[in-house]
């Protein structure tokens, strides 16, 4: 059974037009990630979330934001996007606490298309 | 700057030949992760290797993590053309949770 799930799994959009990819999990982890991944690429960590505390990584353009309503899910919101933007998008979590060997554990991804 | 350096970015090899793809850093990492891809799917965890010294096998796969924690490497014997993806490590550091470090990948095809 799928532990971490992204809707949708493909996404079209055009040029500007904001959109909302979505992200929930029944693992009842404390931290959320939301990755981009480009054709044949390592994901690159947007920002995470510790519980409702939120991190943006030093070069995650302002474009991009993210919510947390609760523990079970997570936005990824793009205001304007671009045609750069087009990606996957990786949702994944982890659980929290001291304590190396906590891997993620990711979703399918949504695959993002601009027009 | 990468914190991973994933080698060799692409491997094409025949069926039943033997690979290994390595993951070096100078820094070091509380656990270090390994991933297979599909492509228009996520990674999915193949291993986690958390002492240093320490070696997983998962049926023709074997993984090794550094005595320093730094550096680990993937070894597939006999490969199938099933083997086929992006191999991504990710080494983790955090105190009270992980932060992820992704190496580049290395994208493996394997021939019939």
């Known amino acids: 059974d799928a532990m971490v799930i992204q809707n949708p799994r493909y996404q079209v959009t055009q040029f500007g037009k904001p959109v909302t990819l979505s992200c929930s999990q029944t693992l009842n982890h404390n931290v959320m990630y939301w990755y981009q991944q480009k054709s044949s690429q390592a994901p690159k960590l947007l920002f995470h979330?510790?519980?409702?505390?939120?991190?943006n990584e030093a070069d995650t353009p302002d474009n991009f934001q993210s919510r947390r309503p609760n523990t079970s899910f997570c936005f990824l919101d793009i205001r304007s996007p671009g045609l750069g933007d087009a990606a996957m998008y990786l949702c994944?979590?982890?659980?929290?606490?001291?304590?190396?060997?906590?891997?993620?554990?990711f979703g399918d991804g949504t695959r993002l298309s601009i027009l | 700057t990468q914190l991973l350096e994933q080698s060799p970015q692409f491997l094409s090899i025949q069926e039943g030949e033997n690979l290994t793809v390595y993951c070096n850093s100078s820094?070091?990492?509380?656990?270090l992760q390994w991933y297979r891809q599909e492509p228009g799917e996520g990674p999915v965890l193949l291993v986690t290797v958390v002492t240093g010294g320490e070696v997983k096998k998962l049926k023709r796969l074997t993984f090794q993590f550094g005595d320093a924690r730094k550096d680990s490497s993937l070894h597939i014997t006999a490969a199938q053309p099933g083997d086929t993806g992006l191999y991504l490590c990710a080494g983790a550091k955090g105190d009270w949770f992980n932060k992820f470090y992704f190496g580049s990948g290395t994208k493996l095809n394997v021939k019939p």
């Open positions: 994944a979590t982890s659980s929290g606490g001291q304590g190396g060997n906590q891997p993620q554990h």
């Open positions: 979330y510790y519980d409702k505390d939120f991190n």
């Open positions: 820094s070091v990492f509380s656990s």
